[in-house]
C-alpha cells in the first residue's frame, strides 16, 4: 500500500490517499470517497474504517479528507465542503485516469453517511457514484436508532435528545436517492432497536428475499474508538476496541447485479472501529458490484 496527501489548490486543504504500491500501467481500481463523522476528522475516519489494510488486495484507492468547519464541532456542510470535494474526486479522477475507475463509492461514517446520502441528490455525485457504504450513516428504508442512542447526557441534554428524535420523526423519512446505485447498511447492534427484514432499495431492483450469510467473526480488536467518555461511554455510542461478530444479509439477483446487503456489528455500538475481517468483506462486497457509472456517461 502506498500513501500519499492531496493539496486542494484553492483552499490548501490536505486528504489523505491510500493506494496499490504496485499499480500497472492500465489497471483499473475502485475508488472510495470516505468521510467521517460529526465532531471527527480524516484521520480518525482512516482508523475507523481502514480499507487502506487492503488496497494492495483489492486494488483500491482510498481518499479520507476531513471537513472544513469545526464550530462547534467539525461537520461536513454544503457550503464549505461539497465544491471541495467534487474537486477532489476531480483530482484522483485526472491523477489515476478517469478510464481506470472501474467503480466509484461513497463510503461516511455517521454525519458522513447522511452527507454521502446527500450528495447523491446532486447531479455531479449522481452521475458519478456507483455505490453507497453507509456505516452507521443512515438506511435506505428506516432502522429505527435505539431510544438511549448516544453519549452519556445530563436529563436536560437527554430531554432536549428526545424532543428532536420526535421532530425527526414527525417529517417521516428522506426520500430515496433518484440515481442508481448498490446500498450496503453496517450498524452496531446497539445502536438500532431492530433490523427491518425487508429492504424497499432492494425492492426497487426486484432483489429476492432477504438472505443470512455466514457471520463474519473477527479474533482481533478494531484500531480505535471515542476516547473521551472512558468508562461512562454507553454500549449505544461505543466503549473499548474488542473482537466481535457481524452478522451478514444480502438481497441476491438485485436487478443490473446491484449489490444490496445488512450488516449488524453484535454487541457493537457507534464508534468502535471496524474490525479486520468485517472491513474486509464490506470491501470485498464494494469491489463485487457493477461500476462504470462515469464512463458510461462520458464523464
Known sequence: MARDTI?????GRKCFLDFPDD?????????????????????????????????????LVIATPSA????????????????YLERLVEQVFERFGRERI?????????????????????????????????LSGGRIGPAERAPNFGPPRSEAEQAAMEAFRARMRAQGPPPPPQTDISFIFAT?????????????????YGAGPRQHLAD?????????????????????????????????????????GRVIADVVRLDK????????RITEELVRLMVSAPGGKAKAAGI
Open 269 to 276: 455500538g457507534h464508534t468502535e472501529g471496524l474490525e479486520p
Open 102 to 134: 472501474r467503480a466509484f463509492w461513497l463510503v461516511g461514517h455517521s454525519q458522513g453517511g447522511s452527507t454521502a446520502r446527500r450528495l447523491l441528490d446532486s447531479p455531479f455525485f449522481a452521475d458519478r457514484v456507483d455505490g453507497w457504504l453507509s
Open 188 to 204: 452496531g447492534e446497539h445502536e438500532i432497536t431492530v433490523l427491518p427484514e425487508t429492504s424497499p432499495w432492494a425492492e426497487r
Open 23 to 59: 499499480l500497472r500501467q492500465g489497471e483499473e481500481v475502485t475508488f472510495l470517497l470516505s468521510l467521517h463523522g460529526g465532531g471527527s476528522a480524516g484521520a480518525w475516519q482512516r482508523e475507523y474504517f481502514p480499507a487502506y489494510d487492503y488496497a494492495n488486495q483489492y486494488r
Open 216 to 256: 463474519v467473526v473477527d479474533d482481533e480488536p478494531g484500531k480505535i474508538h471515542d476516547t473521551r467518555w472512558g468508562d461512562r461511554s454507553t454500549p449505544s455510542w461505543g466503549r473499548l476496541p474488542r473482537p466481535g461478530t457481524a452478522r451478514m444479509f444480502i438481497y441476491p439477483n438485485a436487478r443490473d
Open 68 to 83: 472544513a468547519t469545526v464550530e462547534p464541532t467539525r461537520h461536513w456542510d454544503p457550503k464549505a465542503d461539497d465544491e
Open 7 to 11: 493539496v486542494d489548490q484553492p483552499t
